[in-house]
């Protein structure tokens, strides 16, 4: 597995972001750090993502970060150039997938179909994304994905909460899944970090419950 995929399994849980405003970018890097998830998928949907990306990178290299709706080769190389360590896509792109592997940086695509899994497979892609999960049916059609391909790993996102995100980690082929739970916008707009941390601290809590409560389940599938 390469090494920014083993980062995020450990970590379990990547918060999404969506930012309009750059002046959060370093206050909430810190948050997420000081809340025990030093990660981040920044999303290029706003016009100042590639800025976020800069500022957040610049504070420690610690924070793991990601760029996610990447549409292009062209947006993946800037945010490349950003300071993002993988990147995200919201489907299959064949010529976006071997573009980043000739860089040697991990791209998770979307893919929730068994076509457009057995296409990651014969890609040499290791994980995908799952998106938006909740919509297509949750960890009971990645459960059934898991049959005919048992070497994939996904990322599910999309209607995942703290609250359901136990039943997606408890499923060995789950290597993390992707919230907003702890990154409201409310929390962001009124400068609330100190709640962003406290969010990001219960989540880790119930990381560690959930890891020790059972095995996971397609662990030794």
């Known amino acids: 597995m390469h090494e920014v995929l083993a980062q995020i399994?450990?970590?379990?849980?990547?918060?999404?972001?969506?930012?309009s405003d750059v002046s959060h970018s370093e206050p909430l890097a810190e948050?997420?750090?000081?809340?025990?998830?030093?990660?981040a998928e920044v999303t290029l949907r706003t016009p100042v993502a590639l800025e976020v990306l800069r500022?957040?990178?610049?504070?420690?290299?610690?924070?793991?970060?990601?760029a996610g709706t990447v549409l292009n080769i062209e947006q993946a190389d800037e945010a490349i150039a950003a300071g993002a360590k993988y990147i995200v896509s919201p489907g299959m792109d064949e010529g976006l997938i071997r573009h980043c592997q000739s860089k040697n940086v991990p791209i998770i695509p979307g893919a929730c179909t068994p076509t457009e899994v057995m296409l990651a497979v014969k890609l040499g892609l290791e994980c995908v994304k799952f998106f938006p999960s909740s919509a297509?049916?949750?960890?009971?059609v990645i459960k059934a994905l898991h049959g005919p391909f048992p070497q994939m790993r996904f990322l599910p996102t999309g209607g995942v909460t703290?609250?359901?995100?136990?039943?997606?980690?408890?499923?060995?082929?789950?290597?993390?899944?992707?919230?907003?739970w702890m990154v409201r916008k409310?929390?962001?707009?009124?400068?609330?970090?100190?709640?962003v941390s406290d969010a990001c601290i219960v989540?880790?809590?119930?990381?560690?419950?959930?890891r020790r409560s059972k095995p996971q389940e397609g662990a030794d599938e």
């Open 162 to 180: 703290r609250e359901t995100m136990g039943e997606y980690l408890g499923f060995k082929p789950v290597i993390a899944v992707g919230g907003t």
């Open 31 to 39: 948050a997420l750090i000081d809340g025990g998830l030093p990660c």
């Open 55 to 66: 500022r957040m990178a610049s504070i420690k290299e610690s924070l793991l970060l990601g």
């Open 186 to 195: 409310e929390w962001l707009a009124n400068g609330r970090y100190d709640i």
């Open 136 to 140: 297509y049916g949750g960890i009971t």
């Open 9 to 19: 399994e450990k970590l379990a849980v990547v918060p999404t972001i969506v930012l």
């Open 203 to 210: 989540t880790r809590s119930t990381i560690d419950l959930i």
